[in-house]
């Protein structure tokens, strides 16, 4: 079960950033070649991260690399050089239209052949950040089997809308809602927008907090200090994660015994539900507590 | 967008320390032309001393929490206006700021660079690849240099200026490429520098000029140096006009040599471009045989050395510009070439170029120079001028314009090659 | 590969390494290398960048190193980089780069 509780921005061009992206532990992390590297500067940032992703170890961290649109003079390179280095995810920003996922599906595919990389081994992350990226938002999220998430960039959306960010958020709340509608019905995470006062923490919180109960998988983040704090909201209660314990726990006893229905707690259990016990493991999993203290302590009750 | 610094690692955690990660550092350039945010900058250079020169082409700013903590620039060849705040971390958002601007300049073309800052900052440009051309600080105790300190202070802050490549001058005094244009006879001097002769050269006198175009005024002038020079008995074995020669053991020291080394302001600021200046300057020195004209350089009067010359800068700035320009001149240029007098027309108009006279007329000495000026010939009552020929061209009096130059000037400036010139001076309103 | 103009890339900011090539009179290798870690790493950062000039058929050459303890792979993005912004490239042989 992937978690992508946080995506840390890592400017393309910028070794010293580059090199150690991993040890803040975020979930991703994503290598810039779009909007933080100057457009002189583009090929610069390719060779670097092209060469750094085949040589250093990100250990459990899954590598995104944001290229340039198709549109523009640099995406293609992008695509030939990022795919002959096998980030996990190639993400592709702006996003308006299932076309835009399909063009550079079948150009992945084109380069995945021509050097021998598996076909279809190279994900896919698509960037809503317009109005009519918003409105396309399910078309776009079953447009490709590559892809396995939809991000939300609120920068370029609100300039697009003519307003400007708001401390409540409410110019964002539909495009919000429809990106994450779409992302389930197509199966696929739904990571929110970037937050870009650091000195907010109280601020940060607040907009953590809202995306999570909004079913967010996670988010976007430019500074070390706030992958800490979206692990810490996005970390289950332990009464949650005893629910999904027993959750787990009485499904794995009726797939022992071949029974078909399962109840706990006199409800019936079905998939969503089991997935989503499994998902609050992996979280529990992953913001460090033992379980098996837990389980501990239940004996003992 | 925002950048980072790994930090320290502490078990098998990361500790985030408060402050400053360059992931908390925000990196913009500057829209110049975009009042608001030139005033930002400016603000910020002024609790410095500093201001933002208006020959800038490029600037970039370090901010953190939205405000500015850094800002650099580029003009032309010229890092300058460099200023971050120590409250953070100076030595490595200088470093950012160089770098970015070094990157800049190479997507410009521009391969030879030069820095000019405080004497406090050297060595952080120094760590930075940056080599010493030259350093102006107080010449006379209580003499300010640097224009930002308080009067009377006896030992303050002086300006360098710092050049990438290092070393590039020694180079370019040794052999400036096809910089120097030689008549005389037997000579085939056409592509060698002005320090060609591995014998030394005699003692020579040096003119600087600009020539925006090549005037009478300036035809006196040289002409006068070059009588001057010439009256002196030459050497043994001299020929006439080169630069060859049995180097004379014991020498008297004062005794003149014949070479007159002519100088041509390189930097590209001025109305008339600088392959023509020089090539008017060649064609109304022609007949003198014992007239070397150059090219002026990066080191002479440049956009670096004494960008004062080309901006409306204080008094005090441009003595600080001037002393550099003058120590590079009398450290470096004078005794490659043993230059042993520099001459110059006297400066009724220009005060910055009267500031420069000036300014030389105190240092040269120091490094065994004699700076004599010359009244400069008058027509008219006036001193003929090339600002006066320009105003004139802007004015369309080309009778009156015959009187004041060469024939060789007056043959360009009627030709189809110069009228996109004559236009633009019509146009604008420039100092130069 | 032919170089028809200075190249640069990179920065010396640290982990970075800032590299300028440019055609070699001489028709030989050149490298002047400036490290902090020269003692321990010099003969390694220059061998590399044999090792890298001799891959993208480069024969002369003089190379500027200026190394702030750069990681191998990004000496290696940055002489690339350098090498095609000198030799005027813009069209990239992405096969032959694997």
Not at chain 1, 226 to 249: C, D, F, L, N, W
Not at chain 2, 258 to 280: C, K, M, Q, T, W
Not at chain 3, 44 to 57: G, N, P, W
């Amino acid at each position: 079960m992937k978690l992508r509780r946080t995506m840390l921005y890592v400017p393309g061009n910028n070794p010293n950033m580059v090199k150690d992206a991993h040890i803040y532990r975020s979930d991703s992390v994503m290598f810039d070649l779009e909007d933080s590297v100057s457009v002189r500067e583009k090929d610069s940032a390719r060779f670097l991260i092209f060469h750094a992703l085949r040589c250093i170890d990100y250990e459990h961290t899954e590598t995104v690399v944001r290229i340039n649109g198709l549109d523009t003079p640099f995406g293609r390179d992008d695509v030939e050089a990022m795919v002959r280095a096998r980030p996990d995810i190639i993400r592709l920003p702006k996003t308006e239209k299932p076309e835009d996922i399909e063009l550079i599906d079948e150009l992945i595919t084109k380069v995945e052949k021509k050097s021998g990389v598996e076909v279809g081994s190279i994900k896919l992350f698509a960037a809503i950040e317009s109005a009519r990226g918003v409105v396309n938002a399910y078309r776009i999220a079953s447009s490709s089997e590559r892809l396995v998430g939809i991000a939300f960039g609120a920068e370029d959306f609100v300039t697009n809308l003519h307003t400007h960010r708001s401390k409540p958020g409410t110019e964002l709340f539909t495009a919000r809602q429809e990106i994450l509608l779409a992302a389930r019905a197509a199966g696929l995470h739904a990571v929110d927008t970037v937050f870009s006062d650091i000195t907010d923490d109280e601020g940060f919180r607040e907009e953590v907090q809202l995306i999570k109960n909004m079913g967010y998988d996670g988010k976007s983040v430019i500074n070390p200090r706030q992958v800490g704090i979206v692990h810490s909201i996005y970390m289950p209660s332990v009464q949650e994660i005893k629910t999904a314990r027993k959750i787990i726990r009485a499904i794995e006893r009726a797939e022992a015994e071949g029974s078909g229905v399962v109840a706990v707690d006199g409800k019936m259990i079905d998939k969503p539900v089991v997935d989503r016990s499994r998902h609050t493991l992996e979280l529990a999993r992953a913001s460090g507590i033992y379980l098996d203290e837990i389980e501990e302590e239940e004996s003992n009750a | 967008m925002i950048f980072c610094f790994a930090l320290s690692l502490g078990a098998d955690r990361v500790t985030i320390e408060k402050t400053m990660s360059i992931y908390d550092f925000e990196f913009n350039s500057v829209q110049l032309d975009l009042f608001s945010e030139r005033r930002l900058v400016e603000n910020f250079l002024s609790t410095r001393q500093l201001k933002l020169d208006p020959d800038v082409e490029y600037t970039c700013v370090l901010k953190t929490g939205g405000k500015i903590v850094g800002t650099g620039s580029l003009a032309g060849n010229v890092l300058k206006c460099i200023a971050v705040d120590a409250a953070y971390q100076g030595e490595t958002l200088t470093n950012k700021i160089v770098t970015e601007l070094e990157l800049e300049a190479y997507h410009r073309g521009i391969e030879h660079l030069f820095l000019f800052t405080k004497s406090e900052n050297r060595t952080v440009f120094q760590s930075l690849g940056f080599g010493l051309v030259a350093s102006a600080g107080t010449l006379t105790a209580g003499t300010p240099a640097g224009g930002n300190t308080s009067a009377g202070a006896a030992e303050t802050a002086g300006v360098v200026l710092l050049e990438k490549p290092e070393g590039q001058i020694d180079l370019w005094l040794k052999e400036p490429a096809a910089s120097a244009s030689c008549r005389g006879e037997g000579a085939d001097l056409a592509t060698t520098g002005p320090a060609a002769d591995s014998a030394a050269p005699g003692p020579s006198t040096a003119l600087v000029m600009n020539c925006n175009p090549f005037t009478l005024g300036h035809r006196y002038l040289v002409e006068q140096a070059a009588l001057r020079a010439a009256r002196q008995p030459s050497r043994q074995g001299e020929v006439p006009g080169g630069l060859r020669g049995d180097p004379t053991p014991g020498e008297t020291p004062g005794e003149e040599g014949h070479v007159v080394h002519l100088f041509v302001v390189s930097a590209e600021r001025s109305l008339f471009p600088e392959d023509v200046r020089f090539r008017l300057v060649q064609q109304g020195t022609e007949d003198l045989k014992n007239v070397i004209v150059h090219h002026g350089g990066p080191y002479i009067i440049s956009g670096a050395t004494f960008p004062s010359y080309f901006l409306r800068d204080s008094k005090e700035v441009t003595t600080a510009h001037a002393r550099l320009d003058l120590q590079i001149f009398g450290e470096k240029i004078a005794p490659a070439l043993n230059i042993r007098r520099r001459m110059v027309g006297e400066e009724p108009y220009c005060p910055v170029t009267a500031a420069y006279n000036r300014e030389m007329q105190h240092i040269l000495p120091h490094y065994g120079i004699e700076v004599e000026e010359i009244p400069r010939l008058l027509h008219g009552g006036a001193a003929i001028s090339a600002s006066k020929v320009r105003e004139l061209i802007r004015e369309e009096k080309w009778e009156e314009i015959e009187h004041l130059v060469p024939a060789s000037t007056w043959n360009y400036l009627t030709s189809a090659e110069a009228t996109a010139v004559i236009e633009r001076i019509r146009r604008e309103k420039r100092r130069h | 590969m032919e170089l028809i103009r200075t190249g640069k890339a990179g920065t010396l900011e640290s982990s970075d390494v800032l590299i300028s090539v440019r055609t070699n009179p001489e028709n030989t290798v050149e490298i002047k290398l400036k490290s902090i870690v020269e003692k321990r790493f010099g003969t390694h950062i220059r061998e590399l960048v044999q090792h890298i000039l001799k891959e993208m058929q480069v024969s002369s050459a003089i190379v500027d190193v200026d190394d702030r303890s750069a990681l191998d792979c990004v000496i290696r993005a940055r002489l690339q980089t350098a090498l095609y912004r000198a030799a005027g490239i813009q069209k990239y042989p992405w096969e032959e780069l694997q």
